[in-house]
């Protein structure tokens, strides 16, 4: 059997999907009872848990032979360090104990490249993930690090590990959604835009999921792979669903130093309605940071393929259009 954490999520429910497809026995570990709308008519086993909580890792790991940790915290807020620490680095130590203890063949962990250090503008970035936490942005990146150092504690002890790093997963099948897929909501619902200068590098879910199974088959245990996609900025985005969708919103740019300013407010307001927020201190920050991540190695050794951001973003906006779903808890 494989065993997926965080099943529910985009990359979880689009991971799961493809193994059922392909065939194999699958269980899913989950909070509540998985909604009927993201998985449908597919042959699950169900198991009620939490990664904070080990006793309750013991059923669903005993008989499983591979197990794909997804199951994370992520967070462009400020003040989440404590519970960003439980989930993520708490999370992946009983992952790790409970597949040490039940014998689980290989694990598979999607980390995140925000837990690489990063390089200097113009300088791509590799798979190399700092000791410590001290020069990583913001306090998610310092949960990812030190949950990678729990990952790699169950390698030294002989576990199989293989470790993926994706960039900013976009895509179809966003039923949460995601923040990218609120922006693509909100565009499609005619809402007035703005935009700064900024890029980031944003992959396609189908792309990180085949580059997870590729990463069961061949990659080296212990070793790591960023799985990233395109680099774009915001207005790139905007423009491509503008061209494709024949959607003409209000669509501002606002100077740089302005949006710092009010990314404090804007998260300070959805925090109050208890919203999650779609733009802070830290997403400015990060839009600013370096994007430029090298995939060569999960390209030589996993046969790492790309799809066009235009084809993904295409393929987001066509289920956002066509799907109707309720809020995935």
């Known amino acids: 059997m494989i065993i997926v954490t965080g099943a529910t999520g985009h990359l979880g429910n689009v991971l799961v999907k493809k193994l059922v497809a392909d065939g194999h026995d699958v269980g899913i570990l989950v909070h509540n009872k998985p ?35 997804l199951a994370a915290k992520i967070s462009i807020s400020s003040g989440e360090f404590e ?20 014998g689980v063949k290989k694990l598979i962990y999607a980390s995140s ?44 002890q002989g576990l199989n590990v293989v470790i993926v790093f994706p960039s900013g997963i ?23 835009s703005s935009f700064f200068d900024g890029k980031y590098d944003y992959v396609d879910v189908r792309d990180v999921v085949e580059g997870m199974l590729q990463a069961s088959v061949k990659g080296r245990a212990g070793q790591g792979y960023i799985l990233n996609g395109n680099i774009s900025t915001v207005h790139e ?31 300070f307001f ?39 951001l235009k084809q993904t973003l295409q393929d987001a906006v066509d289920w956002h259009q066509s799907h109707t779903y309720k809020k995935v808890l």
């Open 113 to 156: 490249v925000h837990a690489l250090v990063e390089t200097p503008h113009g300088v791509q970035i590799i798979e190399n993930v700092p000791d410590n936490t001290n020069n990583v942005l913001g306090d998610y990146a310092r949960s990812k690090v030190l949950a990678y150092h729990e990952i790699m504690q169950g390698f030294k």
């Open 35 to 69: 909604p009927q709308d993201v998985f449908a008519d597919i042959p699950l086993k169900v198991f009620l848990g939490d990664i904070t909580d080990y006793t309750t890792l013991v059923e669903p790991f005993k008989n499983a032979e591979i197990v794909y940790h």
């Open 237 to 267: 985005i905007y423009q491509i669903l503008e061209e494709y969708t024949k959607i003409h919103n209000k669509l501002s740019k606002i100077p740089l130093w302005l949006a710092y300013s009010v990314s404090y407010f804007a998260e």
């Open 83 to 102: 519970q960003l620490q439980k989930i993520n680095v708490g999370g992946a130590k009983n992952v790790v104990k409970a597949c040490l203890e039940n």
């Open 270 to 308: 959805s925090k109050l309605k208890h919203e999650e927020p779609l733009f802070t201190p830290y997403s400015v920050a990060v839009l600013q940071s370096n994007p430029l991540f090298s995939n060569a190695k999960a390209k030589s050794e996993l046969n790492y393929k790309v799809r066009p």
């Open 170 to 192: 976009i895509g179809p099948y966003d039923y949460k959604p995601s923040q990218i897929g609120q922006i693509i909501k909100n565009f499609l619902a005619g809402k007035p």
